[in-house]
């Protein structure tokens, strides 16, 4: 497999921007309640979107405005428009239920607390307007085995189709081949989540929509987002139905619900999904170290296979290797 450049060019451009538009279309005509907004440009009521835009962090804000046929009008808001409008945004169950009229629904089911949150969510309100989910995990190869074992669990207990994409190769393996992923170099997520789910996407004849357990309280950047919008990865319309739900709401709506396995990570300490590093401090790697060290055995083995040049975990700006953690 080689690196991941993560460009566009202008062909792909031309592309995206198409297919953003038809979507756009599609958003508009769902009759989305939630998403409706007087738009501040024109003063004409439409649908509120975002669009993907390279190395742009917050993604630009548009009033569509389309009968589904022959018009569309995409009016760019600026930043103190686009906080209004977001502001105004409501996105209920109704909405949700409006979305399935977009494609077939894939619940992206990392096994966290706002991905189960969004599965059972958007299950039982697919189940009283009998519509089908599939939920959709993507192994990294890396995560912790009882992660991928409660993802199956779940799904069992819920009556959902499973889905499970992998990468093509071992996240260790590129990593000794690729070098450690940081901020400045996350191709963890591109190569070992977002292109597996691509790829089975992408043998999906028709139309589909892809839902996410995403939150505006989990940072201020996802603050920002909106909830329904394209993908320029998946290359469908995508809904986070929970965006605007509190860290409480998610709590109390996952104690009202029986029946559902204990996950059994939730005691190690340390979240079982990711160790690229960006995100890891001592704390998680010394958990990691008790609960699963042959996982962190072979994240030793990719510094050692690097040369010590990189490594995952930094502390005030300096090099800690693994390996002086097992000497603590």
């Not at 996410?212 to 989990?218: K, N, P, Q, S």
């Amino acid at each position: 497999m080689s690196r991941p450049e993560g460009k566009t060019d202008g062909r792909l451009r031309g592309a995206y921007d198409a297919a953003w538009e038809q979507a756009a279309r599609e958003i508009c005509s769902a009759g989305l309640r939630g998403l409706n907004v007087q738009c501040p440009a024109c003063h004409e009521f439409g649908a509120l979107t975002s669009k993907w835009e390279p190395k742009t962090p917050t993604k630009p804000l548009f009033v569509i405005h389309s009968n589904g046929d022959d018009r569309f009008e995409a009016c760019a808001l600026d930043k103190e428009q686009a906080d209004a409008a977001r502001g105004r945004v409501r996105f209920t169950g109704e909405d949700v239920l409006e979305t399935f009229k977009l494609g077939k629904a894939f619940v992206l089911f990392s096994g966290g607390k706002d991905s189960i949150c969004a599965l059972w969510y958007v299950n039982q309100i697919a189940k009283k307007a009998g519509v089908q989910v599939t939920a959709l995990h993507a192994d990294t190869t890396a995560g912790f085995p009882e992660v991928e074992r409660y993802v199956k669990e779940v799904c069992q207990v819920l009556a959902i189709p499973l889905v499970v994409v992998r990468p093509p190769e071992d996240y260790f393996d590129l990593a000794k081949r690729w070098g450690v992923p940081g901020f400045n170099s996350r191709w963890c997520c591109e190569t070992l989540k977002i292109a597996p789910i691509r790829r089975f996407l992408s043998t999906h004849r028709g139309p589909k929509v892809v839902y996410d357990g995403i939150r505006g309280a989990e940072s201020n950047l996802r603050a920002k987002y909106v909830p329904v919008w394209f993908h320029p990865s998946f290359r469908c319309v995508s809904v986070s139905p929970i965006l605007q739900w509190s860290n409480k709401d998610v709590a109390e709506y996952l104690a009202s619900v029986s029946g559902l396995p204990d996950n059994p990570a939730g005691g190690f300490g340390t979240s079982g999904e990711c160790w690229c590093g960006a995100y890891k401090c001592k704390t998680d790697f010394k958990a990691l170290l008790r609960v699963h060290p042959e996982i962190f055995a072979k994240l030793v083995e990719v510094e050692e296979a690097r040369g010590g040049k990189y490594t995952f975990l930094y502390e005030n700006g300096r090099q800690v290797p693994l390996s002086t953690l097992e000497e603590d």
